[in-house]
Nanobody, 123 residues
Framework: VQLQASGGGLVQAGDSLRLSCVFSGRTSSNYAVGWFRQAPGKERELAAAIGRNAGSTTYAGSVKGRFTVSRDNAKNTVYLQMNSLKSEDTAVYYC?????????????????WGQGTLVTVSS
């Protein structure tokens, strides 16, 4: 399976962005998906994750209430809606997928990774 992340850009604090992660080669419904981010000089961290069952989601405390992860398996796409963006959200965002667990927050559980999309939030 290949993952293609897109939707990043330069926005101002308080703006919104929607990231997309498109699956090719396999249907997305077989995969749990995580959105990770890595800011310059910092370690990669989970922003949000969604299980194969779209009813299962989890969020980092720093984004809870502002970010929403969702999936449209008919379009083989997982989304990350980011609202009320802050400068500290600036990072490269990666989508990742794995098939074994219903949902996981650990980056090393994920087998497949997209190329990353840069989100820059100016204050």
């Amino acid at each position: 399976v290949q993952l293609q992340a897109s939707g990043g850009g330069l926005v101002q604090a308080g703006d919104s962005l929607r990231l997309s992660c498109v699956f090719s080669g396999r249907t997305s419904s077989n995969y749990a998906v995580g959105w990770f981010r890595q800011a310059p000089g910092k370690e990669r961290e989970l922003a949000a994750a969604i299980g194969r069952n779209a009813g299962s989601t989890t969020y980092a405390g720093s984004v809870k209430g502002r970010f929403t992860v969702s999936r449209d398996n008919a379009k083989n796409t997982v989304y990350l809606q980011m609202n009320s963006l802050k400068s500290e959200d600036t990072a490269v965002y990666y989508c990742a997928a794995e098939t074994i667990r219903t949902m996981t927050t650990l980056w090393d559980d994920y087998d497949y990774w997209g190329q990353g999309t840069l989100v820059t939030v100016s204050s």
